[in-house]
């Protein structure tokens, strides 16, 4: 018997892969995704599982993606980022180009912020490329988008387990955070952003001076800070099932090869699919059925 599932998928740059194993693993498993809720990366790759497309042709994607052009600067006259978009949007148009949120196979939000009134933004529908590039842009690294000024969502809700219990509150929500980290990992091997990336060798020679050394160590405050608001948000939202992959230590833009993290998703959401069988018991699900359903309008 199939079961359904919402998915509340948080950021955490390319990080966001594990997100893909995670999928592949519930649906080897007979799982069926009713709906899925992204921030940021979680956005992103949310947003092209939603369209019906495979695990494992994304993660190919994705490799095609470093191999012909990766992170670039996208400095200019009326772009205030340190990266563009460009190989991002040539790389997602296979996947994407062209659907609205109502083409979408399975039901997807992204979140954003706006800048000019300071509030996260639902998006719900529109064009899916643009929603995208909002729930991703990164203040000074992406940039904004729209009249709203609408940046990465995880800057007010690093995980949308709210945004993806709405879709129906009788089903188990299954969170997936980015920010858990080796056992032996510490703050000398945190990588300055777009180290590893093609913007070698220039990072690299950064990365060896003070500036470097203060770069690290804002890279490690906004890990900490970011991985504390998440901790928080479930705290409160209380997602039925937590799956943590190991992959904190991965740079949030760095070159990477998809595989390790395609299956350290998949790994994570195995050793929790015992968890997610007893979220749907007769106990469990009444409860979420007279918790959350009072809140629906």
């Known amino acids: 018997m199939k079961r359904e599932v919402n998915l509340a998928l948080g950021g955490g740059g390319v ?28 956005g992103l790759f949310g947003a092209t ?15 095609q993606f470093f191999k012909e052009s990766g992170f670039r600067s996208g400095i200019g006259p009326s772009n ?16 994407i180009q062209g659907k609205s949120m109502k083409d979408l196979q399975i039901p997807f939000v992204a979140t954003a912020v706006s800048l000019k009134t300071g509030q996260e933004i639902i998006i719900k529908d529109g064009d899916v490329m643009q929603a995208v ?9 992406f940039p904004s988008q729209g009249d709203q000024v609408l940046v990465d969502g995880g800057i007010l809700d690093p995980v949308p387990v709210d945004s993806a219990r709405e879709f129906d509150t009788s089903l188990p ?13 510490s703050l000398n091997d945190i990588k300055v952003p777009l180290e590893n990336s093609l913007l070698e060798p220039l990072v690299k020679t950064i990365s060896r001076t003070r500036l470097g050394e203060l770069m690290r160590h804002l890279t490690a405050t906004v ?25 904190g230590h991965i740079g949030l833009l760095q070159k990477i090869e998809s595989q390790p993290l395609f299956d350290e998703g998949y790994r994570a959401m195995e050793e929790n699919l015992e968890e997610l069988d007893q979220a749907y018991s007769l106990v469990n ?11 629906q309008p």
């Open 15 to 42: 990080r966001g892969v594990a997100h893909l194993g995670v999928v592949q693993c519930l649906l080897d498993h007979d799982y069926t995704i009713n709906g899925i809720a992204g921030t940021s990366a979680g």
């Open 49 to 63: 599982i939603a369209a019906g497309n495979s695990p494992r042709d994304i993660a190919a994607a994705v490799d």
């Open 80 to 95: 205030f980022s340190l990266i563009g978009t460009n190989g991002m949007i040539k790389a997602l148009e296979p996947l």
């Open 133 to 141: 590039l909002a729930t991703i842009a990164i203040p000074g690294f």
């Open 173 to 185: 929500i299954v969170a997936i955070v980015l920010h858990k980290q080796p056992a032996d990992f």
């Open 223 to 247: 890990d900490v800070s970011t991985h504390m608001l998440s901790e928080l948000r479930i705290e409160k939202s209380k997602p039925d099932v937590l799956v943590e992959p190991i992959v």
């Open 285 to 295: 699900s009444f409860k979420r059925i007279t918790k959350y359903a009072r809140s």
